[in-house]
């Protein structure tokens, strides 16, 4: 079995900086992954570490420790657009399925 | 152009009258998941399908059925619904994660269509 836990709630003001954890104890490691699901909306894929350290997608950074089983999601010049909620998600080990983490919403205020 | 359509958007059905919610995709993904996703929680998956290998997650009620006739289609049949079977159905598609020659976040990457938003009344 596996778990990932998040903060559920974060709050921040337009064009801060924001950064969302996850912590993870998996039977099998594959990679971090994050979603992002506006309210009444289907999740979409923002970014993906396999390996330790991070990795820069415009405006979205996205930060792994296999050692720790600690990851972060960084958002940076935050607008009103991002309020939404953030999950960050493990394969399971050797397998095909994709387990999401307990989430986080965020909300961004003027 | 949508990629991965579930429909209907909205369904409604009566509790113990069995519905079934389908989703297709143009993308010739071999994996094509499930998941329930309540309220203000995460997606939960009920199960996955990799090519025709169907696998059910150990917790999912056994109300819960589905079929995946080819590789563009796949169903979820709930059987006899009950109230706390309402939530949002989301089906997604992936590529292998184990393919290779490709970046590992390309074979990682979820799909999802939009939803089906089911009400059991």
């Known amino acids: 079995g596996q778990s990932l836990e998040q903060p559920s709630e974060v709050t921040a003001v337009e064009g801060a900086i924001v950064q969302i954890n996850c912590t993870y104890q998996?039977?099998?490691?594959?990679?971090l992954s994050w979603y992002q699901q506006h309210d009444g909306g289907a999740p979409t894929f923002l970014s993906y570490?396999?390996?330790?350290g991070l990795e820069e997608t415009g405006r979205f950074s996205s930060f792994l420790s296999r050692s720790d089983s600690y990851g972060y999601l960084l958002l940076q010049e935050l607008q009103m657009k991002d309020s939404a909620s953030y999950f960050c998600?493990?394969?399971?080990?050797?397998?095909?399925?994709?387990?999401f983490g307990t989430g986080t919403r965020l909300l961004v205020s003027p | 152009d949508a990629m991965v359509i579930q429909n209907p958007r909205y369904q409604v059905t009566q509790f113990g009258k069995p519905v079934t919610l389908s989703c297709s995709q143009t993308?010739?993904?071999?994996?094509m998941y499930w998941y329930q996703q309540k309220s203000s929680q995460a997606p939960k998956l009920l199960f996955h399908?990799?090519?025709?290998?169907?696998?059910n997650e150990a917790d999912t009620p056994d109300n819960f059925q589905s079929r995946r006739p080819n590789t563009s289609f796949c169903f979820l049949d709930i059987r006899s619904p009950g109230l706390g079977d309402a939530a949002m159905y989301l089906c997604?598609?992936?590529?292998?994660?184990?393919?290779?020659?490709?970046?590992?976040?390309?074979?990682?990457?979820?799909?999802f269509g939009s939803g089906t938003q089911l009400s059991v009344l």
């Open positions: 570490n396999g390996l330790d």
């Open positions: 997604a598609t992936s590529r292998d994660s184990n393919r290779v020659g490709t970046h590992p976040s390309t074979n990682e990457k979820l799909f």
């Open positions: 998600a493990v394969r399971e080990g050797g397998f095909q399925k994709l387990v």
């Open positions: 993308l010739n993904h071999n994996v």
């Open positions: 998996t039977s099998g490691f594959y990679g």
């Open positions: 399908y990799y090519d025709k290998d169907f696998n």
